[in-house]
């Protein structure tokens, strides 16, 4: 989320890694092609990849890229909670 606010115009309050489709990890790096994130009141779709150092205690590298909105009415279906 850090890195979303300090790049971008968006100020991010949920990241959820697993929304549109499951985490895959292979060797030190994590790959989310269908993670979400809430900024204001919209979900954005966000895919990441994190690689890990050898032990697994601290981010190596970390890239994002920013998708579309993501429509209110799949809100529900990818558990992403409503915004209050």
């Not at 204001?40 to 994190?50: D, M, S, T, V």
Request: charged share 20%; proline share 6%.
């Amino acid at each position: 989320m850090a890195q979303i606010a300090a790049l971008t115009l968006f100020q991010p309050d949920r990241v959820v890694a697993y929304a549109m489709a499951d985490v895959a990890r292979v060797g030190n790096t994590l790959t989310a092609q269908g993670a979400a994130f809430r900024s204001g009141r919209r979900w954005y779709k966000l895919a990441f990849i994190c690689e890990l150092t050898h032990d697994h205690r601290a981010i190596q590298a970390f890239e994002f890229t920013i998708g579309d909105p993501i429509p209110r009415r799949l809100w529900e279906a990818h558990s992403l909670p409503p915004v209050h």
